[in-house]
Structures are given as C-alpha cells and as structure tokens.
C-alpha cells in the first residue's frame, strides 16, 4: 500500500511538473510577436521571466535611438509598443541583461546582414507592399555555378513571370552587394525578387532578368553553400581589380544560359557601396557593355592608382561618356558616411558636363535607401 501511494504521489508531482511545463510553453510561443495594429503600432512581446532587464533594438525606433525598454507584466511577459510606424520594412532584435542580438522566438522570419541575425516585419498600406508577396504571377529564383576568373563561383538569378514557358529574350540587370555581403544579400535583405515580381505586374518595370554576383572574390559562395564550408561571414569584399577583371565572364556566361538580349541598350548595372563602386568602375572599363549604371551609396574614391583597373579615372570616365549613357543614376542618403564621396564624384561629373540623375533621400547608410533605390531604378531602366 505504500508502495502504491508513493506512485500515486510521483505521477502527481509529474504530472503538475508536466502542466506547469505546457503552460510555460504556451506562455512562450502563444505569445503574438510583433503584432501590427491597423494604426501602425506595432508590439513587441518576449516570454522571459528571469530576466532583469529587456529591451528592444531596430531600425524602426527614432534616429539616434538605440534600444526601447520593454516592461515585464506579473506572467514574466515583456513588452513594447512602437508610435505608428510609416509603411516599411523593419529589422528589429532583443537586449536580454547585456546579451544583444537576441532574435524572437515568436517570429520565424528573419535575415542576416553580414554575421548578424535579425527578425524583420513589414508595415503595409503603401512602400511596404512592395515588400510583400502578393496575389500576383511570380518569378523564377535560380542559384546556379557559373565558370568566371578561372573558377567556379556561385550566382543568384531572377528570371520574371512567364520566363520558362516564353521563346522571347529578356534585357538584364546586373546587381551587386556591399562590403560583407554575397549573392544573397539583395534576394533576401533587398526583397529583389518581390520588389521586381509587384512593379512587373503593375506594369512599373519592364520584364527583365536580374543577376546577383558574389563580389568578393575570396569566397566563391556565401557561408555554407560551397566546399569552403561554414565560415563566419564578416567584413569581405574585393576592391583590388579582380572582380572587375572577371566581370565579362559574368556577362558571357549569362548570355550563353539564358535568353538574353546581347547589347549595351539591355544591359544594366547597380549595386550598393561596394558594389556601387564596383558598378562605377565596371561600366568605365567596359563602355560598351552596359547602357544603366545605378550607384547606390556607392563608395567612390576606394580605388588604388597602382591597380590598373581604378588607374586613369577621367580618361576612362571620357570614354564611357562619349560612347553614351541612357542613365548614370547617383543615389545616396543625406545622412551617409559615403555622402562627400559623392558629392565630390558629382562634382567632378559636373565638370566634364557628363549627363547623370541624381537622388537623394534622407538616412544613412541602411537597407532602407537601398530597398528604395532599386525600386526607383528598375523603374527607369529599358525603357
């Protein structure tokens, strides 16, 4: 008999333990983090009973701003509720008693910026439903190896709706990284392949092919996808030459694989800070390739005068201008680190008489401009 109520008294003890267990775990993943009001406030919530102190850290808080504090309910909920945020797509991570970087378990969507992981929501209603996949016939999203500079290096192609089932040949869109990006970066950072799939379907953009690159030339993929294996991605990049130099080989390949219209009217290339200054100097030392330059915070004056490749500047820059541009579109934030390069850039543009569109927009140094930028770009290019 004592034997049986010492059993009876276990199963109790695990069966409460087993209860206190399940209600934590609803308590943690019933949780609704973020939850966007029809206002535009959205809430944070995180499930952390023991922690001191939690905050919240984003790109949606006031500029200058580094962390929300979030408040902790009698449950062990913390949480945060933002002013109305404008239509936009937001990073954001959490501040747990000095960790930092802490992703929320109620969200599974997320990205990387170089090492860093970060949740991600969107605010719809105006720019932000460009982000988002819609209703809409969509494209292709193809990771393929292609032969350049003597290697095998990986790419991210974008073909739009319809490509596989059509005879006809598409324009492209040379697109590349910054500064410790990969081919990845514009496809899951930059929302590329829905920005393109909703300005296609609303008839904003031409249809076109859109090729991502792996600019640094040290890796030939990003982290985890070739045999250099599970590297930590960090600040990599490649400003000596050699991306440039393999460049028409890019181009080549793109041509032999996919249908392609092979002339300089339908070809373009953009990129961002580092890619920026990679498409400045790729388009001056093939004038004859690309009809489109986009430069994106672009970061100008980076190259070396003992690398042939950046050496001569303003006869290369003569040489392109006179074999003719349909758009050398500058863009960059007011608040940018690159924002004298480019100021200086524009000058020595200007004093050549040299044709360019120029944009500026408020910000930094920040996906947001560059989400926007490409935007705007894809808008204006084939035409």
Known sequence: ??????????????????????????????????????????????????????????????????????????????????????????????????????????????????????????????????????????????????????????????????????????????????????????????????????????????????????????HASAPGYSAEGMWKPYMSGS??????????DVVSWVDAHYRTVKRKASRAIAGLSMGGFHAMQISKEYPKMFDYVGLFSAAIFRGKEDIATYADLETKLARQFSEGVALYWIAIGSDDFLYKENVDYRALLDSHGYAYTYRESDGGHIWRNWRIYISEFAQMIFK
């Open 1 to 218: 008999m004592k034997r049986f109520m010492l059993l009876i008294a276990a199963a109790i003890v695990s069966t409460l333990g087993s209860v206190t267990a399940q209600q934590n775990l609803w308590r943690s993943e019933g949780l609704v983090s973020p939850e966007i009001a029809d206002t535009g406030c959205v809430t944070f919530r995180l499930y952390a009973p023991e922690a001191k102190r939690v905050e919240v850290a984003g790109d949606f808080l006031p500029q200058g701003v580094e962390s929300a504090a979030m408040v902790r309910s009698e449950e062990g909920v913390w949480s945060y509720t933002t002013a109305p945020l404008a239509s936009e797509m937001y990073y954001y991570s959490f501040r747990v008693d000095g960790m930092r970087d802490v992703t929320d378990p109620s969200n599974v969507y997320l990205v990387r910026d170089v090492s860093t992981q970060m949740n991600y929501f969107i605010v719809g209603g105006d720019r932000g439903d460009i982000y988002k996949a819609q209703a809409i016939s969509h494209g292709t999203v193809a990771r393929v190896w292609a032969e350049m500079g003597g290697s095998e290096r990986r790419m991210v192609v974008y073909t739009p709706a319809g490509y596989e089932a059509s005879k006809r040949r598409y324009p492209v869109l040379y697109l590349l990284h910054g500064m410790g990006g990969d081919e990845e970066a514009w496809l899951a950072t930059g929302r590329l392949a829905e920005i393109m799939d909703n300005l296609i379907a609303e008839g904003k953009a031409e249809e076109m092919i859109v090729v991502m690159t792996n600019g640094c030339t040290k």
């Open 239 to 248: 400003m000596d030459g050699s991306f440039e130099a393999m460049f028409p």
